[in-house]
């Protein structure tokens, strides 16, 4: 079989009812409405001619049809100059998925850039996360999310399949990439210009992961690896606590959960009815302690399968995943500090509020399922995609905390937490063409349902004394317990048509469409502690002998007979706990015509109007909401996007968009959430506003032969209003909160080259380099007045400091480079590469006062895979990866001038080596 699809090379679009001929033969087939053709034929050499009228035709020579083989050919024809005499380009037949995504980029509407399947074989990766840095102007951070041009998660979005996504933190616009394995992919596609039928709420690209619906031919694919570092596996000093037994799975079975009713009123041991307070007590997991094991190495099982079959004399194809990973990282070293300058100004160095050294182990477990189906008749086609991700993290840290600011002493901390997420995501898609293609209707409804439940996050701290006794008292907090809950509810549903018609002779397209989207939030913090009763003077604590278990102990807890021992206290606070809405409805129309021969014209209207209704209240019960609206907007988001087309291989292009960035659920509150672990709390800003961008783009790029091209991009960014991370005062060092700043400006310049070493010698023909660099300048004016910004620079500013009133913006970085050198040899089978990448020192936290900025320092990672296939028709795949060859260190500084870069957070993650084996069955 021969099989593919037929593209339009004027515009972005396919080709439907062209022409496929098998030369000096009678077989031939038409495309269908989604320009996909199959053909059936015996095993031998062909030539296929394909044809369209106005069209130039296209020969393809070197056909090769094997038994039971099935051949992909993509093929993009051009519209011909030539309106007399017949066009023939001929060219012999290449598999090379990598030049059907540059022509979705050379053809695009909008400024974006692509990621083929090949490409991702090409760079040995497993999943998304892995391949997609090699992007330009794309990073990932923290191994799995995907920031476009430098700018924060805030502005940056995925989708699937064209449909929002929400990912497994569901504060983030973007989800993580790692849970995609990539066997089932399509492609990528990087937008980074807006167009109105896109959403408003990016800035830095819009990240738009393709799925398979159709594959070629029956596939199943079993995969299995192994991840070996040699400072975090097989270590017997691996820090962990004793879970549940199905932690494996990425669930707790129930060991965690909190043993009473949230709204249990617990007594005071001093109280005439307190007869509840020691069953209540015992009912708690009484493991506080964390404990020293072996490290396991990383594990991961994936299968995947795709076919298609004759229904009803129509197609239907299925695809299907799942993926199993379960990875141990083990940080010995770890720290975590929070600084602040000192208060006389000739003293350059930072002074540490609190900082902590330890050694942190963390579990993390990822099970995710992914089924698809598609039905395609002579004129429709319907899809359902199901998307389950199932996440358990479990983490445990001892450590050793220095305070000095605050409170003058010194503890020992043991931290206990668990983390589990799920996810559950529908989606219900059509598509109808009219009979003569020119009319299209596209529907999708998408609900999504999320919960994520921290559970039973446990913080034991004893005081060192001098004596070297261990004591617990409130001036270093009492043991403390939390669970948080959150569900989530998204429905999200969008309308689109398309409408063909003939523009001064041309081709143009007139597209209009609508959205409705519905969000709704809950979330609670149930907060307790272990308190202690004394009878008499003696301290019950020392006698612990800084064992966290001991406090639990049932011999240590209290009861109404000694009205001596430890005993839990808290109840339930509405200041924890809110509820929070957020509805979109949009409506758009886009037209895209050519005002010239070469020059294509798109120009759109977006508008939207969004709401957010918050119900909660703060802690000290000043402020109340009831269902009070915080947002409500109703906003115009215009684009314009033009394309002169120099030659058949070159392009300019000229961009403007609107766009937004909006506050998340949780930073639009007035909720505290404490990170035990770092002693951080984040605070939230129920004044936060909406951000809006204009944004403008212009690009040269060049496309050659076998996938090579070049281009060259610069972009101009204003913001008004941007969202930023803020140290929250002075005296609450630890504390940050989201805050809106003044305007912000974002200069940048890409450049992008694939070329391969066949213009050295052809014996390096398979040997290939991409490199893409992004140059980035934010600039921002900091708020001035009386207790702003600018004002609490000036005053805690060292001698000899000259304080500028302006700034990076926070979350921009201001350079990414990614750099590959591929070798593929098909024949043998043989792949193998070096990847590059780095981000530039990008502002993490916008200082405050005595708070310093913090900086993310840039980590140069460095990976090297290799890959083999053998076997009966080469069906069985070992792959070698070595993850950060560098052995570099993730590393957030605080900066002040003249002082000590001090950390901020400070991880050695080491070097991964994995071995992978696959086989096609």
Known sequence: KVTGKILDGEFNDV????????????????????????????????????????????????????????????????????????????????????????????????????????????????????????????????????????????????????????????DKNTVQMDIFPTNILENIIVIKSGSADLPADFTGGVVNIVTKDFPSKKTMNFSVSGGFNPDMHFNSSYVNYEGSGTDFLGFDNGNRELPISPTTTIPNPASANNSSLEGITRSFNRTL???????????????????????????????????????????????????????????????????????????????????????????????????????????????????????????????????????????????????????????????????????????????????????????????????????????????????????????????????????????????????????????????????????LAPENIWTPETNRGSFIRG????????????????????????????????????????????????????????????????????SANFIYELNEKSNLRLSYSRTTARPTFKELSVVQIPDLLTGIIFLGNIDLKPSYMNNFDFRYEFFGEKAQMFAISAFYKNFKDPIEIVAFSNVAPNQFTPRNSNEATVVGIEFEGRKNFNFIAESLRDLSLNINISLIESEIEMPKGAGQEFESRQQFARTGEVIEDTRQLQGQSPFLVNVGLNYNNTSLGLETGMFYNVQGKTLEVVGFGRNPDVFTQPFNSLNFNFSKTFGEDQRSKLSLKIDNVLNDDRVSLYDSFGGTGENFSFRAPGTTFSIGYSMNL
């Open 15 to 170: 080709l439907a009812f062209a022409n496929v001929i098998v030369k000096d033969s009678q077989k031939g087939t038409t495309s269908d409405f989604d320009g996909v053709y199959s053909i059936d034929l015996e095993p031998g050499f062909y030539t296929l001619v394909y044809s369209f009228i106005g069209y130039e035709t296209k020969a393809i020579t070197d056909v090769e049809v094997t038994s039971n083989g099935v051949l992909e050919i993509n093929v993009t024809l051009r519209p011909s100059s030539a309106t007399l005499d017949e066009v023939v380009i001929t060219t012999s037949a290449r598999r090379n998925t990598e030049e059907a995504v540059l022509n979705i980029q050379r053809n695009s509407a909008v400024l974006l850039d692509g990621l083929s399947i090949e490409s991702i074989k090409k760079s040995g990766a497993s999943d998304i996360a892995s391949a997609i840095r090699t992007v330009p102007g794309v990073s990932v951070q923290s191994g799995k999310y995907v920031y476009v041009r430098g700018l924060g998660d805030r502005y940056t979005k995925s989708i699937l399949n064209g449909m929002d996504i929400p990912g497994l933190d569901p």
């Open 289 to 551: 302690d964390t404990q020293r094991e072996n490290s396991m190495p990383n594990f991961s099982l994936g299968f995947n399968y795709g076919n298609q079959f004759e229904v009803a004399g129509n197609k239907l194809g299925l695809i299907a995943s799942i993926d199993y990973k379960n990875e141990t990282l083990y940080y010995e070293g770890f720290e975590n500090g929070i600084y602040q300058k000192n208060e006389d100004r000739d003293i350059f160095d930072l002074r540490f509020d609190r900082r902590q050294f330890g050694d942190l182990g963390q579990n993390n477990v990822l099970l995710s399922g992914l089924v698809g189906l598609t039905y395609k008749t002579t004129n429709s086609k319907y899809n359902f995609n199901v998307l389950h991700i199932q996440n358990g993290e479990s983490q445990a840290a001892t450590f050793n905390q220095l305070t000095e600011i605050s409170n003058d002493i010194n503890v020992d901390k043991d931290n206990l937490e668990y983390y589990q997420r799920s996810i559950t995501n529908l989606l219900f898609s059509g598509k109808h063409n009219s009979t003569d293609n020119n009319f299209i209707i596209e529907w999708a409804v998408a609900p999504t349902f999320s919960k994520v439940e921290d559970k039973d996050v446990r913080l034991t701290t004893f005081i060192l004394n001098e004596d070297g006794s261990s004591v617990i008292s409130s001036d270093a907090g009492f043991p403390q317990r939390l669970w948080r809950d959150l569900d989530e509810s998204n429905l999200i549903g969008k309308l689109d048509f398309t409408k063909k018609y003939t523009f001064l002779d041309n081709k143009a397209s007139l597209k209009f469409g609508t959205l409705g989207s519905y969000k709704k939030r809950n979330y609670d913090i149930f907060s307790y502690e272990i308190a202690f009763r004394n009878t008499g003077n003696e301290d019950i604590t020392r006698g612990f002998n800084g064992d966290p278990n001991a406090i």
């Open 571 to 638: 109840n339930f606070e509405p200041a924890n706990s809110f509820e929070s809405n957020q509805n979109t409805a949009a409506f758009y129309v886009s037209n895209e015509f050519k005002l010239a021969n070469k020059l294509r014209t798109i120009v759109g209207l977006r508008a939207e109007y969004f709401t957010t209704i918050f119900t909660g209240q703060n802690n000290a019960g000043t402020e109340i909401f009831d269902k009070e609206k915080t947002i409500d907007a109703f906003d115009l988001f215009p």
